[in-house]
């Protein structure tokens, strides 16, 4: 005689690391990469000009170094946005979703500054003794929504302070500059573990849908950099 399963009873969901581990469907395997690859890149393009700005530093060539400065800040004032439309597109779907993935909280031990730590333990704390496992998602994007606005938030104020040649300590604000390229990458790669694990519970009637959403955002907050180089010390 063989065993019933309880009527009723829904399927357990995946792990993290389980839906990480799947392959997706070829369509949304498609998306996924395609989604993926324009972070990568624009991510790839910023850091390399932040690398670019600390090589220039160290040769003792400040006036550019600062010019690369501006232009990482530039990029990736373009891609948080992208990435913070992005949590805010997948949260709206998501919503209409009967079930959804699993999710695990930030790990402060992942990040370096105090922004992001702070962030992730709160999202840590929240998860484990107030929300329940529907609300975790949603609390999720959020959280990785707000940590990238202010990352990329104090990125900008420090490239500005550089640029101007404010009365702060230099070497503070280069330091604060790696940190939070680093709390950057780290967002990063939770957004597309996220993206990967909705992908799987997104239906394939609501494909186009998404596809379309992606591809209109909700405009994120522009924000205006100063940037004259030509007063700053370094």
Same mark, same amino acid.
């Not at 702060?168 to 280069?174: A, E, K, Q, S, Y």
């Given at each position: 005689?063989?065993?019933?399963?309880?009527?009723?009873?829904?399927?357990?969901?995946?792990?993290?690391?389980?839906?990480?581990?799947?392959?997706?469907?070829?369509?949304?395997?498609?998306?996924?990469?395609?989604?993926?690859?324009?972070?990568?890149?624009?991510? +790839?393009? %910023?850091? &390399? /000009?932040?690398?670019?700005?600390?090589?220039? #530093?160290?040769? @003792?060539? $400040?006036?550019? +170094?600062? %010019?690369? &400065? /501006?232009?990482?800040?530039?990029?990736?004032? #373009?891609?948080? @946005?992208? $990435?913070?439309? +992005?949590?805010?597109? &997948?949260?709206?779907?998501?919503?209409?979703?009967? #079930?959804?993935?699993?999710?695990?909280?930030?790990?402060?031990?992942?990040?370096?500054?105090?922004?992001?730590?702070?962030?992730?333990?709160?999202?840590?704390?929240?998860?484990?003794?107030?929300?329940?496992?529907?609300?975790?998602?949603?609390?999720?994007?959020?959280?990785?929504?707000?940590?990238?606005?202010?990352?990329?938030?104090?990125?900008?104020?420090?490239?500005?302070?550089?640029?101007?040649?404010?009365?702060?300590?230099?070497?503070?604000?280069?330091?604060?500059?790696?940190?939070?390229?680093?709390?950057?990458?780290?967002?990063?790669?939770?957004?597309?573990?996220?993206?990967?694990?909705?992908?799987?519970?997104?239906?394939?009637?609501?494909?186009?849908?998404?596809?379309?959403?992606?591809?209109?955002?909700?405009?994120?907050?522009?924000?205006?950099?100063?940037?004259?180089?030509?007063?700053?010390?370094?």
């Amino acid at each position: 005689m063989f065993l019933k399963r309880k009527r009723g009873t829904a399927p357990a969901r995946r792990s993290v690391t389980q839906d990480w581990i799947a392959p997706l469907p070829r369509e949304k395997n498609l998306l996924f990469d395609t989604i993926v690859r324009h972070w990568e890149s624009g991510y +790839a393009m %910023m850091s &390399v /000009a932040l690398d670019e700005a600390f090589c220039l #530093r160290t040769r @003792g060539n $400040l006036v550019n +170094a600062r %010019m690369q &400065v /501006a232009v990482a800040a530039d990029l990736l004032f #373009r891609l948080g @946005g992208d $990435l913070s439309s +992005a949590c805010e597109v &997948v949260s709206n779907r998501a919503r209409f979703f009967p #079930r959804l993935p699993v999710v695990e909280p930030l790990n402060t031990k992942f990040f370096r500054g105090e922004t992001a730590q702070s962030a992730a333990s709160w999202n840590g704390l929240l998860h484990h003794v107030v929300f329940g496992e529907r609300s975790r998602f949603f609390h999720k994007l959020r959280i990785l929504r707000d940590t990238f606005d202010r990352l990329v938030d104090e990125f900008r104020h420090s490239a500005d302070d550089l640029i101007e040649g404010a009365l702060v300590d230099p070497g503070i604000l280069w330091n604060s500059l790696d940190s939070l390229h680093y709390d950057f990458n780290t967002c990063l790669r939770e957004s597309e573990v996220v993206l990967k694990s909705f992908l799987h519970a997104l239906p394939n009637t609501q494909i186009a849908a998404f596809v379309e959403a992606m591809n209109n955002p909700p405009a994120p907050k522009r924000v205006r950099l100063r940037a004259s180089p030509s007063r700053a010390s370094a």
